[in-house]
């Protein structure tokens, strides 16, 4: 419920409003325990080994779709940047590797990121210089480095050698602290590169929602719970319903960014039928619209009556093995 929306009361909003809400929608973000574990474990990684001799390195991993991003975006926008005499101070600095890396290319990413208008100038060893001038200058106290798994080349499946050795060099020379996020093949630049491991020996990992045991369950219908709450709607949808939840985590497989997916397509279906509140219906139908290539056999389980969240997986799992 949330008193902010004003009620439809079966008026159909014009599409600048349907707009608005459904950005609304997607600016949710909910800190359940695990995801404000992890924030607080980079809050740790941050101030302990900022001015250390020998800063830590941190590496989280986690499958697409996860949260890794937002929960980095997050802990960056905590520590904005500011303007002091005339100079920009970052102490968070964010960036993604760029696709098929080289040296050039990763350390052109931090001097763009940086705000140095050359940044895409000079030599590689240059560029090195400049990155470390301006990190003192900027006066940055950690740097996070996403979509690691950009080290490997997309193709060959090999590690970039050389790009990953300019980010084992840089982590020596920075002495700030590092944290590096990507999918769970980035393991795969740590096996190769054992001098890089060392620097990154604390991993943590990033799993999706579960719902086998009681407390998982309850994490799960939490998470819900405090999304319906938010909703730009002023009736609450119950997503958080015992029954209700069990066919979203089915849905969804409890991966955040389908959870949002289909909350902000059924966002966008109830407005258009100027409801105030999400139905099952319009989840049912959301669900239809959203295209799972990966579970071809998916039944949609909304508006079942009969629905059984094990018995869903069964016969997913059954139908699987004809082909
Ligand atoms: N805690 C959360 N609360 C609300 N929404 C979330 C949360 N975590 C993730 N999401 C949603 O999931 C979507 C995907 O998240 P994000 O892009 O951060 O995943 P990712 O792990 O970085 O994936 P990829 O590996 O593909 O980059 C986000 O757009 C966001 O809407
Ligand atoms: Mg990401």
Not at 151 to 159: A, Q, R, T, Y
Request: net charge positive; aromatic share 10%; glycine share 4%.
């Amino acid at each position: 419920m949330n008193e902010l929306f004003k009620p439809l009361k079966g008026k159909i909003p014009d599409v600048k409003e349907i707009k608005k809400r459904k950005e609304h929608v997607k600016s949710i973000i909910i800190q359940y325990p695990r995801y404000k574990k992890i924030l607080d474990k980079i809050e740790e990684h941050h101030q302990l080994s900022f001015g250390s001799v020998q800063p830590d390195g941190l590496f989280i991993y986690g499958e697409t779709g996860l949260g890794k991003s937002t929960l980095l975006k997050e802990y960056e926008s905590k520590y904005p940047r500011k303007i002091i005499d005339g100079f920009t101070k970052i102490p968070i600095l964010y960036l993604t590797v760029p696709v098929g890396a080289t040296p050039k290319s990763v350390a052109s990413k931090i001097l763009l990121n940086m705000g140095d208008p050359n940044y895409d100038r000079g030599t590689e060893n240059n560029m090195t210089v400049r990155i470390l001038s301006f990190v003192e200058k900027c006066e940055v106290e950690m740097i996070i480095v996403d979509e690691f798994q950009h080290l490997i080349d997309s193709e060959s499946k090999n590690v970039l050698n050389k790009a990953s050795n300019w980010v084992k060099n840089l982590s020596n020379e920075v002495r700030i602290p590092i944290l590096v996020c990507g999918m769970p093949e980035s393991n795969k630049v740590f096996v190769y590169n054992e001098q890089l491991d060392r620097r990154f020996c604390e991993k943590q990992s990033l799993q999706p929602f579960s719902y086998q045991s009681k407390e998982e369950e309850i994490e799960f219908r939490a998470f819900l719970n405090g999304l319906d709450k938010q909703l730009p709607f002023p009736e609450q949808a119950f997503l958080a319903d015992p029954v209700l939840a069990k066919k979203i985590f089915y849905a969804t497989k409890g991966n955040p960014f389908y959870i949002k997916k289909l909350i902000e397509e059924s966002t966008v279906q109830a407005l258009k039928s100027g409801s105030d509140l999400i139905s099952e219906d319009d989840l049912y139908i959301s669900f239809k619209s959203i295209s799972l290539s990966t579970r071809p056999f998916v039944i949609n389980p909304f508006n079942d009556e009969k629905f059984n969240l094990i018995d869903a997986f069964e016969k997913e799992k059954r139908m699987k093995k004809y082909i």
